[in-house]
C-alpha cells in the first residue's frame, strides 16, 4: 500500500478543495493529511483561531477510511518574510511531521505531498528525523502547485516566496500545476512538471440536471465560493444594478479584509454564507445563469476556481469574466465578459439561451471530463501508484 504524508494549506473541514478532492480519491493509499499552521499571532486577529494554537495535541481524525487528519502546531509569524524564521518553524513541524509517520507505521518508502512553498524547507528536517538521506525524500515529494503564491496579499515578501518555491521545485520528484501561468513559471525548474487543473465531483453537481427549479420572478444569478479579495466585484454590482427584478444569490465565506459594504443598498443581492458542498445543487438549481467573477491580476488569471468546473457539471448557462485565462478554454460553451458592461450583457445572452442550445450538452461533457475521478487518474498515471 502507498503512503502519503499531505502536507496540505487547507484545513480538511468543512469545505473540501483540491486538497482533500485529490486524496479522498486515493482510497489504495494509506494518507496522513496534516492541516495548515496558524501563527502564534493569529488569534489577535481571529479568536476563532485561538483553538488551533493547541489542537495539535489532540488525537487525529479519522476523515476517511484510508485518510487521518491531523492539525499542525503553531509556528512563528513572519515566516514569509523571512526564511530564517520559515527554517525554525520547519524544523519544529518535522519532529511533529516525523512522531505521525512512526505511528502510522510509515517507513523510508513514502510519498511527501507538499501545497505551500515553505515546505522548501521542511525536506532536510523530516528526512533527518526520520533517519533517511534528504535525496531520497527529495524524489519522493511532489509539489502540487495550485495558486501563484507570491501574489497574496499580507504579511509576504513575494521574492522570498518566489524563491522558496523554486527551491521546492528543483528539488522535488514531480511538480502538479492547476494553471498554464503556474506550469509556465515552473516548468524550467524541473522537467516533470504537469499541467492538471482543478476538477468538480461530476456525480455531485450533475445531479442539478434533474432538479426542477422553485418557481420565482425575474432572473436568477448565483455565485458559489468563498468572497475575497480578488473578486470582481464592479462586475457583479453591474448585474445588481441591470437587473433589479432580479436576485444574486451568493454561497460562501467572506473572507476577512473583504469590504461588501458597496453591496448594502440592493435588495437583490442576498449572502447566504457558506453551505455543505451536498446541499449546493439544491441551492443551483434555482440558478438561471451561473457566475464567475475574478479581477484581473496576477493572482487571478492563474486560479483554477472549483466553481467553475462544478457550474459546468450542472448544465447551466455560465458567464465568467476574461480571467482567469483557463476559462477562455470553454469559450464555446460559455459566455465571457471583458467588461463589466460587457459582462452585463452577457448575462443577458445567457439569460436569452434557449433549453435545447447544444452548448448546454457541451458543458455537461466538459464537466464530465474534468471531473476529480478523472484528474487523479492522470495524477496516478505519471505518478505510477
Known sequence: ??????????????????????????????????????????????????????????????????????????????????????????????????????????????????????????????????????????????????????????LIDPELVDEMEEDLARGCGCVFTTAQGLYDRLAPFNPNTHLIPNGANYEL??????????????????????????????AIEAVAKAFPQGRIDFYGKTLPGVDLSRFDKYNNVKFNGLVRQEELPEKIKDFDVCLNCFADGDLSKDVSPLKFFEYLATGKPVVSTAVPLQVRDYRDCIYIGESPEDFVEKCREALAEPADDPRRAARIEAGRSCSWDERVKEMRSILGF
Not at 432538479?211 to 473578486?231: D, K, M, S, T, Y
Open 205 to 234: 453537481f450533475a445531479r442539478v440536471q434533474d432538479l426542477e427549479p422553485a418557481p420565482h420572478e425575474g432572473p436568477r444569478f448565483g455565485f458559489v465560493g468563498n468572497l475575497q479579495e480578488c473578486i470582481d466585484y464592479d
Open 1 to 154: 500500500m502507498k503512503k502519503i504524508l499531505c502536507i496540505s494549506t487547507a484545513n480538511y473541514h468543512p469545505f473540501p478543495t483540491r486538497k482533500q478532492n485529490v486524496m479522498n480519491r486515493l482510497t489504495d493509499c494509506h494518507v496522513v493529511y496534516v492541516e495548515p499552521p496558524v501563527t502564534y499571532i493569529a488569534p489577535f486577529k481571529d479568536p476563532a483561531c485561538r483553538d488551533r494554537i493547541s489542537a495539535y495535541k489532540k488525537p487525529g481524525e479519522q476523515v476517511q477510511q484510508h485518510v487521518w487528519a491531523y492539525a499542525s502546531p503553531a509556528v512563528l509569524p513572519f515566516y514569509n518574510k523571512k526564511r530564517f524564521i520559515n527554517a525554525v518553524n520547519q524544523r519544529r513541524l518535522a519532529y511533529f511531521y516525523a512522531e505521525l509517520c512512526r505511528y502510522h507505521g510509515f517507513d523510508d518508502d513514502f510519498t511527501l505531498w507538499c501545497y505551500s512553498p515553505s515546505s522548501a524547507d521542511i525536506v532536510a528536517p523530516l528526512a533527518k528525523e526520520l533517519g533517511i538521506p534528504a535525496a531520497k525524500l527529495w524524489k519522493q515529494t511532489v509539489y502540487d502547485c495550485v495558486d501563484r503564491h507570491s501574489a497574496y496579499p499580507g
